[in-house]
């Protein structure tokens, strides 16, 4: 018969074992946690492509309605009535897109303040900025640059795939618009832009299409991207603000 009596010996973690296994937890935390950062922002930054797709389409039907003429980036453009409707270019797209939050970037945490009117620029209405040459800004071999009556017409395009239409941008008014006027030969820097996808930005092009860029190694220009100013013969098939980028002038008429 077996005996069940005496003291039963209940084996547990030394604190060394205890201690290694709370330091194979924290790296592999260590190893984990910014791959799912990363995995989260690039979520984020998929849906803010979709976004400026949206946008990209809503401006493509709002051409149709217009004689092939894109928006103006604000309406009217020497006015300061911030409650004139539309006032800016976003608001001019919302019979087509009926959306305001497609306007707002996910990896942008400022939100609209629906207290302010959509043209104020502290009302965070976009988080997106309009190409200004394509809204409403020309160049002149006699005038210089000024302000159109109306967008630029679809025709004037002469690669919409290299030009860009909208971009990331810090939080505006609904005529957001970036406006890079030198019309000397260099690349947008990153002041312009903001790298919020994974130091990168998206830009939407007016051919519809839409695409991620990142930095250069110097870390003070972004990837290949070229000012209005600077001719096709500088940009050749590098992405541009130039709505004329396979022309060696940069006289842009409506």
């Keep these: 018969m077996k005996h069940f009596g005496g003291k039963r010996r209940i084996k547990g973690f030394t604190l060394i074992e205890l201690l290694v296994v709370i330091a194979i937890i924290s790296i592999l935390a260590a190893i984990l946690f910014p791959v799912f950062a990363r995995a989260r922002e690039n979520a984020r930054r998929a849906s803010c492509m979709s976004n400026l797709k949206q946008i990209a389409l809503g401006m493509m039907q709002y051409t149709q309605d217009y004689d ?109 618009y970036l406006a890079s006027t030198s019309i000397v030969n260099q690349r947008v820097s990153q002041t312009i832009l903001v790298p919020r996808h994974l130091d990168g930005t998206n830009l939407a092009f007016a051919d519809g299409h839409v695409k991620w860029f990142g930095k250069n190694s110097n870390n003070t220009l972004f990837r290949n991207l070229w000012e209005a100013g600077t001719p096709g013969s500088v940009s050749k098939n590098d992405p541009t603000l130039n709505p004329t980028p396979d022309s060696d002038t940069s006289i842009l008429t409506h």
């Design 68 to 176: 092939e003429h894109f928006p103006k980036y604000r309406v009217p453009a020497v006015s300061s009535n911030t409650a004139a409707v539309p006032y800016g270019w976003a608001e001019s797209l919302q019979p087509y897109i009926k959306s305001i939050q497609v306007f707002q970037c996910p990896s942008e945490t400022t939100a609209f303040d629906s207290t302010q009117l959509p043209g104020d620029s502290a009302s965070d209405y976009t988080d997106y900025a309009y190409n200004l040459w394509i809204g409403g800004y020309y160049i002149s071999a006699t005038s210089g640059g000024g302000l159109a009556s109306i967008g630029l017409s679809q025709a004037a395009l002469t690669s919409p795939s290299l030009t860009v239409l909208l971009t990331d941008y810090a939080p505006r008014g609904s005529a957001s």
